[in-house]
C-alpha cells in the first residue's frame, strides 16, 4: 500500500508513486491509496465501535489487506504533512494491534529544497516505527532540488531516480515476502 503525503493533483510526491508502482517487482502488486483527504483527524473520542467515520474505516480495511506500505512524501514547515501523520495515526490502533502493527515500511521522500524532504523523511519513519510497523533500516530514499531534476518531465524519466525507487520498492516487496513466508 503506498499512502502519500500530498493531497496535490500534480504533486511530484504523487508522480514518485506511481513510478514505484511501475517499478513493482514481478508479480507483486500495489495500490496508491487516494483518500487520505477524506479521512477526519484521529480523536480517541470517535475511535470508538459506531462512531468511526466511514473514511477512517476504508483506511484500515485497505491497510489490513495491505502486506507492507509504502510511504512518499514532501516536506511541509520542517516536518511531514499532516494528513499522512493522521493516516499514520488511524493505522496505529488499537495500539498494539494496528493494520500498520509488524508490516515492513520504508518512506521515499522529496522536495524542491537540497535536503530532500530528509525532516519529513526521518518523522515519518518515527512515526510509522511508533505505530508498530517494521521500518526497514537500510533502506532509505530522499530527493532534493525535484525541480531542477525533473522539470516538467515525469520522475520515471530519470534513470537515477527510477533505479533508486526500484531499488526501494524491491526491498520492500522482500521484506513483504520473508514476514508472509515466515
Do not use: C
Not at 526521518?122 to 511508533?130: H, Q
Amino acid at each position: 500500500m503506498i499512502l502519500v503525503g500530498s493531497l496535490r493533483a500534480d504533486s511530484v510526491n504523487k508522480r514518485i508513486a506511481e513510478t514505484a508502482l511501475a517499478l513493482l517487482p514481478k508479480g507483486a502488486t500495489a495500490d496508491v491509496y487516494s483518500g487520505l483527504g477524506e479521512v477526519s483527524f484521529y480523536n480517541e473520542d470517535i475511535d470508538v465501535e459506531g462512531e468511526v467515520p466511514a473514511a477512517a474505516l476504508d483506511l484500515r480495511a485497505a491497510a489490513e489487506k495491505a502486506t507492507a506500505f509504502l510511504l512518499v512524501t514532501p516536506e511541509y514547515n520542517g516536518t511531514m504533512p499532516a494528513v499522512l501523520k493522521n493516516a499514520i495515526d488511524w493505522l496505529s490502533r488499537p495500539y498494539g494491534a494496528g493494520a500498520v502493527h509488524g508490516k515492513p515500511v520504508a518512506v521515499i521522500s522529496a522536495s524542491p529544497s537540497g535536503n530532500g524532504a530528509k525532516w519529513a523523511h526521518d518523522d515519518a519513519r518515527k512515526s510509522a516505527s511508533i505505530a508498530g510497523g517494521k521500518v526497514l533500516e537500510d533502506v532509505e530514499l530522499t530527493i532534493g532540488g525535484t525541480i531542477d531534476k525533473f522539470g516538467t518531465a515525469h520522475p520515471r524519466e530519470n534513470p537515477e531516480v527510477s533505479a533508486e525507487i526500484s531499488a526501494v520498492v524491491a526491498q520492500l516487496v522482500k521484506s513483504s515476502n520473508e514476514l508472509v513466508s515466515v
